[in-house]
């Protein structure tokens, strides 16, 4: 499995900032993801980033807020923009392996704890 | 439409009897399934996965699980709790063709002396 690194490992920051979350991978991955754990929940999709194109969102995520940047095959960033209280959450990246050309098993990094006062 | 549903949200249990979280699933596909851990301010680890093969999947720690596609479950079991088992766990389904995730609400499994 891949070794995965965040940084920040946690921040607290004032409304309205922005904060960039850094993932990076110590070998060459297709897919990357990031993920959102808000308080005592699951994990939730923001968004799957390629590789020489744009971030693929999911559904209630947009770029606008949560950009994303994959400029190469080890590392992504994910910005967290004009902050409310409501973005406070653990932030995750991981990053897909590949089995006979289909993505199956994702490992995750530590996280980025953030919170928003 | 695919989902997980985590049947617990609290398990409790003794130090050395044995585990049992639940997990059910709906896919339409065949599943890919997977147990990730997660110990309080830490990531996520992965546990074990299915991915069509034997349905009794042993993983690391001593847990293992049963897919059993009649009941569309894929319960994590382990014979002996340790203290160190405690933590959040979380059943996945991977959605077919999309490489996402899709989580469950998760189970937190406490061990007591």
């Known amino acids: 499995s891949a070794v995965i690194s965040q940084k920040p490992s946690r921040d607290i920051c004032q409304r309205g900032t922005s904060l960039t979350i850094q993932c990076q991978v110590d070998?060459?991955?297709?897919?990357m993801f990031w993920y959102r754990q808000q308080p005592g929940q699951s994990l939730t999709l923001i968004a799957t980033a390629n590789q020489g194109s744009e971030a693929t969102y999911e559904s209630g995520f947009v770029i606008d807020k949560f950009p994303i940047s994959r400029p190469n095959l080890t590392f992504s960033t994910l910005t967290v923009s004009n902050m409310s209280p409501e973005d406070s959450s653990i932030y995750l990246c991981?990053?897909?392996?590949?089995?006979?050309?289909?993505?199956?098993?994702?490992?995750f990094g530590p996280g980025t704890r953030l919170t928003v006062l | 439409a695919q989902s997980v549903t985590q049947l617990d949200s609290h398990v409790s249990v003794s130090e050395g009897t044995p585990v049992l979280l639940r997990c059910n699933y709906s896919?339409?596909?065949?599943?890919?399934l997977f147990w990730y851990v997660q110990h309080p301010n830490k990531g996520l680890q992965l546990l074990l996965k299915y991915t069509s093969a034997a349905t009794l999947v042993k993983g690391i720690n001593g847990f293992e699980a049963e897919f059993k596609k009649s009941e569309t479950s894929f319960h994590l079991t382990k014979p002996s709790a340790h203290m160190s088992d405690a933590a959040e766990y979380f059943c996945?389904?991977?959605?077919?063709?999309?490489?996402?995730?899709?989580f469950g609400a998760g189970t937190r499994l406490a061990v007591h002396p």
């Open positions: 991981s990053v897909g392996s590949r089995t006979g050309g289909v993505t199956d098993t994702q490992y």
């Open positions: 896919s339409s596909y065949s599943p890919s």
């Open positions: 996945v389904l991977l959605s077919g063709g999309y490489n996402k995730l899709i």
């Open positions: 070998s060459q991955v297709t897919m």
